[in-house]
Every structure is written in structure tokens, then in C-alpha cells.
């Protein structure tokens, strides 16, 4: 495959990635928005243990790893992980938080983001060649 092949492929995994991020975030917050809690969670321990929030964290991850077969890299895998995640957050804590909880629910976010990114392309390479490994 040419160097121009492969750039013009990476390009569109990145695309792709910036899409379906957009579109998990908007389903995530709306889903919490309807699904979720009555109030503003007050602990993390409750928010980690709330059925929703782990069904879209392993929805992610399974997307994530979907995604990594197909090809891609761990950075497009991070920015897939990251739109649902900021959705989750944002519909959990709603609008009005403060700015010390915002500062530490993006930095949340953002962790669980590469974890998710990391976990799903490290399970991907685990499980088996992408396609386009194959394909060689």
C-alpha cells in the first residue's frame, strides 16, 4: 500500500472517530438526561454503580474495540471513547456545577476516555489481527 493509501485511510479513521464521538455524546446525554437520576449525583460511588452509566461504558468499549479491529490507532480510539464519555458526564452532572466539580469531571472524563481508548485497542491487538493486518 502507498504512503498517500494509508494517509488518505488514517484520514478517514479520524473522520469516522469525530462523527460517531459527536453522535455517542448527543445519544449518552440524552439517554441520561431521560433515563438518569431525579438530582445532581453527589459521590462517585454512586455514579459508578448506576446500571446506565456501566451499560455505556461497555457499549463504548465494545465500540472501541470494533473500531481498533477495523484498523485503528489508539489516538482515533481515544476521540471515539471520548464523546459518549463527555455525555455521560454532562447528563449526570447537569449545567449548573460548579467550576472546581468541572475542572475535576472533564479531567475524569478525559481519563476515562484513554482508558476506554487504551483497554479497547490493547483487547483488539489481543484478540486478534485487524483487517487490514490480514489483508497484508
Not at 33 to 51: F, N
Not at 58 to 74: D, W
Not at 92 to 116: D, E, P, Y
Amino acid at each position: 500500500m502507498s504512503a498517500r493509501a494509508a494517509e488518505k485511510r488514517s484520514e478517514r479513521r479520524l473522520e469516522r472517530a469525530a462523527v460517531w464521538s459527536l453522535v455517542g455524546c448527543g445519544l449518552t446525554f440524552a439517554g441520561g438526561t431521560l433515563v438518569g437520576q431525579s438530582g445532581p449525583v453527589d459521590t462517585v460511588s454512586a455514579l459508578a454503580a448506576d446500571p446506565f452509566v456501566i451499560g455505556c461504558v461497555v457499549l463504548t468499549l465494545v465500540g472501541v474495540v470494533g473500531f481498533a479491529r477495523m484498523g485503528a490507532r489508539t489516538g482515533v480510539s481515544i476521540l471515539l471513547a471520548l464523546g459518549p464519555m463527555c455525555g455521560l458526564t454532562l447528563s449526570q452532572l447537569g449545567w449548573t456545577v460548579g467550576s472546581r466539580l468541572a475542572v475535576i469531571a472533564v479531567g475524569a472524563t478525559v481519563v476515562a476516555a484513554v482508558l476506554i481508548g487504551g483497554i479497547g485497542v490493547a483487547t483488539a491487538r489481543i484478540t486478534g489481527a485487524s483487517r487490514s493486518e490480514r489483508a497484508r
